[in-house]
T-cell receptor, first 114, second 113 residues
Framework: DQQVKQNSPSLSVQEGRISILNCDYT??????FLWYKKYPAEGPTFLIS?????DKNEDGRFTVFLNKSAKHLSLHIVPSQPGDSAVYFC?????????????FGQGTILTVHP | NAGVTQTPKFQVLKTGQSMTLQCAQD?????MYWYRQDPGMGLRLIYY???????DKGEVPNGYNVSRLNKREFSLRLESAAPSQTSVYFC????????????FGAGSRLTVL
């Protein structure tokens, strides 16, 4: 039972354009979401997060949008750079006292072409 | 500042062999975790330790044991390895203040033949 789903295994964009990575969830109890970025042979690193009391959170070139009614969130990268090429995971904590117990999506491989 | 250090980085085992993955963090974090990553599955939580002296099961604990040796160290043991345990294993830690922001190690790639 995959509670967090990333239905696009890969995405390819040109440098300078926008990258949009999508994530859907099924558990309406989720109230906090995170995006992690992973380079080959490295561990995931935290990128950006959003609380369910917001519908948008921005950090530099990265913006996460949350649509609670659709149980959907997206990560926008503008402008995309070749160094952004990595695997991106969305994640949500199980909630309540389950801090740190994250449920991850399958990941989306982003390739940014020069 | 090393962050989270895992050893070994690579290991090949035969079915039935045992081994321990070691993890240490130097950030004075209270909580530590073991995840495994498999193709098409994302990362799945095996075990976690909310604080020194406590451990609890995650989503996929079968076939594994853990030990929170002290605040810095959290080890994962495979008592009798099976091919289904072929995976990349990640150790992570988090502080009380930023409990959902995990710092991950570089991973340990385990192959069970």
């Amino acid at each position: 039972d995959q509670q967090v789903k990333q239905n696009s295994p890969s995405l390819s964009v040109q440098e300078g354009r926008i990258s949009i990575l999508n994530c859907d969830y099924t558990n309406s109890m989720f109230d906090y979401f995170l995006w992690y970025k992973k380079y080959p042979a490295e561990g995931p690193t935290f990128l950006i997060s959003i609380s369910s009391i917001k519908d948008k959170n921005e950090d530099g070139r990265f913006t996460v949008f949350l649509n609670k009614s659709a149980k959907h969130l997206s990560l926008h990268i503008v402008p995309s750079q070749p160094g952004d090429s990595a695997v991106y995971f969305c994640a949500a904590p199980a909630g309540g006292t389950s801090y740190g117990k994250l449920t991850f999506g399958q990941g989306t491989i982003l390739t940014v072409h020069p | 500042n090393a962050g989270v250090t895992q050893t070994p980085k690579f290991q090949v085992l035969k079915t039935g062999q045992s081994m321990t993955l070691q993890c240490a963090q130097d950030m004075n974090h209270n909580s530590m975790y073991w995840y495994r990553q498999d193709p098409g599955m994302g990362l799945r939580l095996i075990y976690y330790s909310a604080s020194e002296g406590t451990t609890d099961k995650g989503e996929v604990p079968n076939g594994y044991n853990v030990s929170r040796l002290n605040k810095r160290e959290f080890s994962l043991r495979l008592e009798s390895a099976a091919p289904s345990q072929t995976s990349v294993y990640f150790c992570a830690s988090s502080s009380s203040q930023g409990a959902n922001v995990l710092t991950f190690g570089a991973g340990s790639r385990l192959t069970v033949l």
